[in-house]
Protein backbone atom coordinates (compact mmCIF):
# COMPACT_ATOMS: atom_id res chain seq x y z
CA UNK A 1 0.00 0.00 0.00
CA UNK A 2 1.11 3.33 -0.81
CA UNK A 3 0.54 6.67 1.50
CA UNK A 4 0.25 10.42 1.05
CA UNK A 5 0.26 12.49 3.48
CA UNK A 6 -0.98 16.00 2.97
CA UNK A 7 -2.35 19.07 4.76
CA UNK A 8 0.64 20.66 6.45
CA UNK A 9 1.14 24.28 6.24
CA UNK A 10 2.58 27.36 7.90
CA UNK A 11 0.30 28.33 10.94
CA UNK A 12 -0.43 30.67 14.01
CA UNK A 13 -0.77 29.11 17.66
CA UNK A 14 -3.82 28.52 18.30
CA UNK A 15 -5.16 27.73 14.80
CA UNK A 16 -6.18 24.52 13.37
CA UNK A 17 -5.11 22.25 10.48
CA UNK A 18 -6.54 18.66 9.26
CA UNK A 19 -3.89 16.28 7.88
CA UNK A 20 -4.85 13.33 5.70
CA UNK A 21 -3.10 10.02 4.89
CA UNK A 22 -4.46 8.59 1.44
CA UNK A 23 -4.00 4.92 0.29
CA UNK A 24 -3.57 3.78 -2.98
CA UNK A 25 -2.45 0.47 -3.93
CA UNK A 26 -4.34 -1.28 -1.60
CA UNK A 27 -7.59 -0.81 0.86
CA UNK A 28 -6.91 0.79 4.15
CA UNK A 29 -9.71 -0.66 5.69
CA UNK A 30 -7.33 -3.27 6.91
CA UNK A 31 -4.46 -1.50 8.74
CA UNK A 32 -3.96 0.42 11.53
CA UNK A 33 -2.86 3.60 10.66
CA UNK A 34 -0.90 5.82 12.93
CA UNK A 35 0.42 9.19 12.44
CA UNK A 36 4.15 10.18 13.93
CA UNK A 37 6.08 13.16 13.58
CA UNK A 38 9.52 14.54 13.74
CA UNK A 39 11.11 17.59 14.63
CA UNK A 40 14.86 18.91 13.57
CA UNK A 41 17.33 16.95 15.84
CA UNK A 42 14.93 15.03 17.34
CA UNK A 43 13.64 11.03 17.03
CA UNK A 44 10.14 10.25 15.11
CA UNK A 45 7.89 10.18 18.18
CA UNK A 46 4.37 8.71 18.32
CA UNK A 47 1.13 11.10 17.76
CA UNK A 48 -1.69 9.18 17.49
CA UNK A 49 -3.12 6.13 15.68
CA UNK A 50 -6.39 3.93 14.78
CA UNK A 51 -7.45 0.64 14.76
CA UNK A 52 -8.82 -0.95 11.38
CA UNK A 53 -12.01 -0.58 12.18
CA UNK A 54 -12.31 3.14 13.78
CA UNK A 55 -12.84 1.56 17.45
CA UNK A 56 -9.76 2.38 19.27
CA UNK A 57 -7.65 5.73 18.94
CA UNK A 58 -4.67 6.14 20.77
CA UNK A 59 -3.18 9.55 21.52
CA UNK A 60 0.30 10.98 22.81
CA UNK A 61 -0.26 12.80 26.06
CA UNK A 62 1.58 16.12 24.68
CA UNK A 63 -1.87 16.21 22.11
CA UNK A 64 -4.91 14.52 24.12
CA UNK A 65 -7.84 17.30 23.96
CA UNK A 66 -6.23 18.60 20.99
CA UNK A 67 -5.99 16.49 18.15
CA UNK A 68 -8.46 14.06 16.79
CA UNK A 69 -7.68 10.72 14.36
CA UNK A 70 -10.19 9.32 12.31
CA UNK A 71 -11.08 7.00 9.03
CA UNK A 72 -13.11 6.85 6.23
CA UNK A 73 -12.58 3.52 4.86
CA UNK A 74 -15.15 3.90 1.83
CA UNK A 75 -12.24 6.96 1.09
CA UNK A 76 -9.52 5.11 2.04
CA UNK A 77 -8.01 8.20 4.22
CA UNK A 78 -7.00 8.08 7.45
CA UNK A 79 -7.39 12.06 9.45
CA UNK A 80 -5.71 13.99 11.76
CA UNK A 81 -7.89 17.02 13.05
CA UNK A 82 -5.35 19.51 14.92
CA UNK A 83 -6.76 22.05 17.04
CA UNK A 84 -4.59 24.23 19.08
CA UNK A 85 -1.83 24.40 17.73
CA UNK A 86 1.35 25.24 19.39
CA UNK A 87 4.88 25.75 18.40
CA UNK A 88 6.11 22.63 19.90
CA UNK A 89 4.06 21.06 17.96
CA UNK A 90 6.01 22.31 14.46
CA UNK A 91 7.33 19.25 13.01
CA UNK A 92 7.27 16.82 9.54
CA UNK A 93 4.37 14.45 9.62
CA UNK A 94 4.22 10.58 8.68
CA UNK A 95 1.62 8.56 8.83
CA UNK A 96 2.22 5.06 8.50
CA UNK A 97 0.16 1.34 8.06
CA UNK A 98 0.12 -1.53 9.95
CA UNK A 99 -0.87 -4.78 8.98
CA UNK A 100 -0.62 -6.99 12.16
CA UNK A 101 -3.81 -6.03 14.53
CA UNK A 102 -1.79 -7.30 17.54
CA UNK A 103 1.49 -5.44 17.58
CA UNK A 104 1.54 -2.21 19.56
CA UNK A 105 0.11 0.76 17.72
CA UNK A 106 2.66 3.49 19.52
CA UNK A 107 6.02 1.43 18.47
CA UNK A 108 7.50 2.74 15.06
CA UNK A 109 8.62 -0.58 15.09
CA UNK A 110 4.93 -1.80 14.08
CA UNK A 111 4.02 -0.12 10.79
CA UNK A 112 5.43 -1.71 7.33
CA UNK A 113 4.40 1.44 5.25
CA UNK A 114 5.67 5.11 5.41
CA UNK A 115 4.07 8.27 3.19
CA UNK A 116 6.30 11.19 2.84
CA UNK A 117 5.90 13.70 5.67
CA UNK A 118 4.10 16.50 5.37
CA UNK A 119 5.41 19.70 7.17
CA UNK A 120 3.31 21.41 10.29
CA UNK A 121 5.03 24.87 11.30
CA UNK A 122 3.35 26.52 13.87
CA UNK A 123 4.71 30.29 14.94
CA UNK A 124 4.64 31.81 18.56
Known amino acids: VQLQASGGGLVQTGDSLRLSCAASGRTLSSYAVGWFRQAPGKEREFVSAINWRGSTKYYADSVKGRFTISRDNAKNTVYLQMNSLKPDDTALYYC??????????????????WGQGTLVTVSS
Open 96 to 113: AADPDTTSQPMDVRSYDY
